[in-house]
């Protein structure tokens, strides 16, 4: 179900909505959309289209919370105004931190973990009077919301916080004809903005809407009552907090607005909650589709666990979850995804008796889909390695059954925290908590999730910092490096030295260190490529770059001294191995193009991780499960015709919110990237045809030019190794010699060429073929072991058994070939004999009939007579010789077994004339 949800988001256009149980109102969240962006073109807004959830550019927030975070460097002064007016509808997800709106969905009528937020900017353009004006136009004139169900608010003043009353923005409201007694001062919780402690902020004023007019609406504003909520939030951005507090005018200007597409949608079709619009109706239809349940009617109670909460709480995780998947994130590499995810498998098993999704992933967003497979796999496996001590726990504390963040480190600490928690009534120490997030490795949602559960109190803000300390370097950016990544030598100076995490001024030959200097031209480790290597020269003196590394800004040179002697402030000049960075470049652009021909073969592949060196490249991808050789083969041949087609590599440099509005840019998941990149393109040509899509976590080696045909020499060798080992087997098999030793030197010489590097088409050729000769001298070796038991135990049959006909029924299992029975065919001196076995599952018989006893039986009668009577599967039958018959029957079941095998005696006896 939780899939179908996830395809109904991306499959029905919200504004065709056909077939709906409940009434679509004649505003459309599309037609909202629409009409708001239009209006703000039509004043001289640039559209600037929605960036993805993930915040590629800005490690301080785990998804896209606010309209403004793709504008925030340029508020910052760290990079240009996109424009001097903009617009858009922005993908926002608020899960955790400061916006953090998880707790309420479900429980109310218009919080949601996924929401649109509508909104305009002025980058030092208009200020606060064009701003309201505008708002209020598109409100009344396009949106038409009558005046009376509208209030606005504006800042009131702080005495403590030394900033007076906003009466510019009062009297703004005033002229446009507001009604005096609908214009409502805050303070700085409602009504003043801050980017954080420090930084851009301003004071704000906001627009509300009454559902239905009354006299006492003003004091319901900014109440949390449902009758009067909020939908514009107006920011005007003119300030700069210092460290100290103090406030100083910016010399620019700049205003941010908010408008949730979902509370705006709702109003406008005068409905009380936001999940009686087409943005939820379509998913609440489809869950009673698919569930059976009785339908969503919208009810609320106190407890917020009625069916209806469970419809809210599936439909906003299903479209959080969708947006955030096809943006690029990955659950792995997420706790609050991760858990979200799990949370709805969980709802949909518990609540909606779903515990199969499989058939509603035909039509889904294919790489959703495959994720969503992998994730459900997992819970799956998760919730059986915890099958032991988690129902434990739950019995003895059911109220920890809705944690959905489980592993098996939060089953560790919620067996120490359980016991444990009634001495933490007043506060869980800092220390202690501390503790146990570091030495069970638990992430600080994990942890959060445990602390609200077990009722604790903690400080949260107090424990980010102490865990953010213990990760922070902190470094002098006075020191930080200028780089130019040229492959020709370069003079610079050294400004300063580290020898044993001291600060040194002078360092000898024989002296490991590292090396700060004021730029440099060596690359880093850095994007999963090996660093260069290279020497430092000073007039003579020699220093030996061994490693580089980026930290914070700074290029670390670290080596040794293998010549004379440094100071710091030495003028030198830098060469780095030509040779070894040419290498390592073709191999990072060959890595690109690997990833790009796997995404093509496999239909959706997320990178994991990639090391390239100077001589080869390793690269790791998510494809559930593992790719097939077929498909490995398919991407080889691929990039080896784009290699060959020598298309122009181009390399361009872009503001990253510009490169992002590229559908054809491959960002790394996971990765941070600076507010400009650097973007590598060229033209490729796709095959036309696609392979069948496989899953899993696949890690593959590629190697260019020298090393290439290295491996390609060692493929020719053991392609001639194999030839003579196959040639050796062979007549071993047919000879039946000396098996027990081939076997075992076949062995080791298979296990030696695994450690060798070879091309994986003739490693995986040759790998399939040695195995099947295993197999078979394996067959051979386990025949013989049991042909020894058959035949002692026939020779005792024979003491017991010394006159007339033979009917042997061998109850052991029998896997040698028919042949050998001619041993004990031997034995029997002339006497009619029929042996009955069966062995890689079928029935197998040999009949032994003598020319002295064909004169009342022929064997081809015999055999015939055999054939009649069983009537049933695949049989054949053979001579070996005028008195020597062998029968084999096929595909049959092992409870017919029994059965087939008594009709066969019966007819021998019969035949044969004997009573054995």
Same mark, same amino acid.
């Given at each position: ?788 038991? /058959?035949?002692?135990?026939?020779? !005792?049959?024979?003491? @017991?058994?010394? =006159? *007339?006909? #033979?009917?042997?029924?061998? %109850? +052991? $299992? ?44 022929? /064997?081809?009668?015999?055999?015939? !007579?055999?054939?009649? @009577?069983?009537? =049933? *599967?695949? #049989?054949?039958?053979?001579? %070996? +010789? $005028? ?34």
């Amino acid at each position: 179900m939780f899939y179908n949800l996830l395809r109904k988001l991306h499959l029905i256009p919200l504004n065709i909505l056909n077939n709906q149980k409940l009434t679509i109102h004649k505003w459309t969240s599309a037609s909202v959309r629409e009409s708001f962006i239009s209006f703000y073109k039509e004043n001289d807004h640039t559209f600037i289209p929605s960036s993805p959830v993930v915040p590629w550019s800005d490690s301080s927030l785990e998804f896209v919370n606010a309209g403004m975070n793709q504008f925030k460097s340029s508020i910052l002064g760290q990079r240009k105004f996109p424009t001097n007016r903009a617009a858009n509808s922005q993908k926002c997800i608020r899960v955790g931190g400061k916006h953090n709106d998880l707790q309420d969905v479900g429980k109310d009528t218009y919080h949601h973990t996924f929401f649109e937020m509508l909104g305009n900017w002025s980058f030092n353009d208009y200020f606060k009077e064009e701003a309201c004006k505008m708002s209020w136009k598109l409100l009344t004139e396009v949106y038409k919301i009558p005046h009376h169900h509208l209030y606005v608010t504006y800042f009131g003043g702080d005495t403590l916080a030394g900033i007076g009353e906003d009466k510019e923005t009062k009297n703004i409201w005033l002229s446009i004809g507001v009604p005096k007694e609908r214009i409502i001062a805050c303070g700085m919780k409602d009504n003043f903005w801050e980017m954080g402690n420090v930084g851009p902020c301003g004071v704000s004023t906001e627009i509300h809407y009454e559902r239905e007019p009354s006299e006492n609406g003003a004091l319901k504003v900014n109440t949390g009552s449902e009758d009067v909520i909020e939908i514009w939030n107006i920011v005007f951005i003119q300030y700069q907090k210092l460290e100290s507090g103090e406030l100083v005018f910016l010399e620019n200007k700049f205003v941010d607005t908010g408008m949730g597409l979902e509370r705006i949608t709702a109003c406008l079709n005068g409905v009380k909650s936001n999940y009686d619009t087409d943005l939820f109706i379509p998913l609440f239809n489809e869950i009673e589709k698919i569930s059976g349940m009785q339908p969503y009617r919208g009810t609320f109670n106190a407890e917020d666990n009625c069916i209806d909460a469970y419809y809210r709480i599936l439909a906003d995780h299903s479209r959080m979850v969708s947006i955030a998947l096809a943006d690029g994130f990955l659950p792995q590499e997420c706790d609050v995804l991760r858990k979200l995810t799990r949370k709805c498998f969980l709802i949909g098993w518990k609540n909606f008796n779903l515990h199969s999704q499989k058939n509603f992933m035909e039509t889904l967003l294919r790489t959703v889909s495959v994720v969503l497979d992998y994730e459900e796999e997992h819970f799956r496996e998760l919730q059986l390695q915890l099958s032991k001590d988690w129902p434990l726990l739950i019995e003895s504390y059911p109220f920890i059954s809705n944690i959905t963040n489980i592993s098996p480190q939060v089953v560790e600490v919620l067996k120490y925290m359980l016991p444990n928690r009634n001495k933490w009534t007043k506060e869980l120490p800092l220390e202690e908590a501390l503790e146990i997030v570091e030495e069970n490795s638990l992430s600080e949602n994990a942890f959060l999730e445990i602390v609200e559960t077990l009722g604790l109190n903690l400080n949260f803000d107090k424990l980010h910092t102490l865990l953010n300390e213990k990760k922070m370097i902190q470094r002098d950016s006075t020191l930080k490096n200028q780089r130019d990544y040229s492959y020709e030598k370069h003079n610079t100076l050294i400004q300063c030295i580290i020898s044993e995490d001291n600060l040194v001024k002078e360092i000898h030959k024989g002296d490991k260190c590292v090396l700060i200097l004021e730029s440099s031209i060596f690359y880093p480790t850095s994007g999963g490529q090996i660093c260069d290597k290279g020497l430092i020269d000073c007039d003579g003196n020699k220093f030996k770059v061994s490693r580089v590394e980026q930290i914070e800004g700074f290029i670390l040179h670290y080596g040794e001294v293998i010549e004379g002697s440094f100071n710091t402030g030495n003028s030198v000049e830098l060469s780095i191995n030509k040779g070894s960075r040419l290498n390592a470049s073709k191999l990072h652009t060959a890595h690109h193009l690997l990833r790009g021909a796997i995404e093509f073969v496999a239909g959706m592949a997320f990178q994991n991780a990639s090391s390239v060196t100077d001589k080869s490249l390793t690269l790791q991808v998510f494809v559930h499960p593992l790719l097939t050789f077929d498909q490995l083969l398919q991407a080889e041949d691929i990039v080896k015709t784009w290699i060959k087609e020598g298309k122009e590599v181009c390399k361009i440099t872009l503001p990253l919110m510009e490169a992002l509005r590229n559908k054809n840019l491959t960002l790394l998941s996971g990765a941070k990237y600076p507010e400009e990149v650097n973007v590598i393109s060229t033209e490729l040509d796709f095959p036309s045809e696609i392979k069948e899509n496989s899953k899993g976590n696949t890690s593959i080696t590629a190697v260019i030019g020298k090393e290439a045909e290295k491996l390609n020499t060692n493929g020719k060798i053991l392609e001639n190794e194999w030839k003579l080992w196959e040639e050796k087997v062979t007549l071993a098999l047919s000879r039946n010699d000396k098996l027990q030793y081939l076997n075992s030197d076949f062995k080791k010489w298979k296990n030696q060429i695994k450690k060798s590097q070879l091309p994986a088409t003739i490693f995986h050729s040759i790998e399939e073929k040695a195995n099947n000769l295993i197999d078979q001298m394996k067959e051979i070796l386990v025949a013989e072991s049991n042909w020894k038991e /058959l035949h002692a135990e026939f020779v !005792e049959h024979l003491k @017991t058994n010394s =006159k *007339g006909s #033979i009917i042997y029924d061998m %109850n +052991s $299992e029998y896997k040698g070939p028919l042949e050998n029975l001619e041993t004990i065919i031997k034995e029997v001196s002339g006497r009619p004999a029929m042996f009955v076995c069966k062995g890689w599952g079928r029935i197998r018989a040999c009949v032994y009939l003598p020319k002295e006893a064909q004169t009342y039986c022929y /064997l081809e009668e015999l055999l015939e !007579e055999i054939q009649l @009577t069983v009537g =049933k *599967g695949d #049989i054949s039958i053979s001579k %070996n +010789s $005028e008195e020597i018959g062998f029968f084999y029957l096929n595909g049959v079941k092992w409870d017919q077994v029994q059965e087939i095998r008594s009709s066969i005696i019966n007819v021998c006896r019969e035949k044969l004339n004997t009573e054995e």
